[in-house]
Nanobody, 122 residues
Framework: QGKLVESGGGLVQPGGSLRLSCVAS????????MGWYRQTPGNLRELVAT????????TYAEFVEGRFTISRDNANNMVYLQMNSLKPDDTAVYFC???????????????WGQGTQVTVSS
């Protein structure tokens, strides 16, 4: 059974930076598309960024606006989210995600981490 564990959240002032980390276990990490999502109370979980398994390709939500960078380390089963120029609106619980995507594009398997709180406030 796969497991994802996030770390690196915390309190940061507006304009500051944080780096979130996620370690995966129990899955063949290199074949999973990895992603970061976030959620605030009363709202749906929303996509922040994804990185594919092969020839890694990244995608970002529009609100990232070039401030965040997703990366992965297949040798160590890690995925990261470097967040710069943080804004109060970035305050949320951030979740690590792993999707096994078929060649046809549907999700065959999915895992979530427990989430890590990011609070941007002065």
């Amino acid at each position: 059974q796969g497991k994802l564990v996030e770390s690196g959240g915390g309190l940061v002032q507006p304009g500051g930076s944080l780096r979130l980390s996620c370690v995966a276990s129990g899955i063949t990490f290199s074949i999973y598309r990895m992603g970061w999502y976030r959620q605030t109370p009363g709202n749906l979980r929303e996509l922040v960024a994804t990185i594919t398994s092969r020839s890694p390709t990244t995608t970002y939500a529009e609100f990232v606006e070039g401030r965040f960078t997703i990366s992965r380390d297949n040798a160590n089963n890690m995925v990261y989210l470097q967040m710069n120029s943080l804004k109060p609106d970035d305050t949320a619980v951030y979740f690590c995600n792993a999707d096994l995507v078929s060649d046809g594009g549907w999700i065959q398997n999915r895992y979530w981490g427990q989430g890590t709180q990011v609070t941007v406030s002065s």
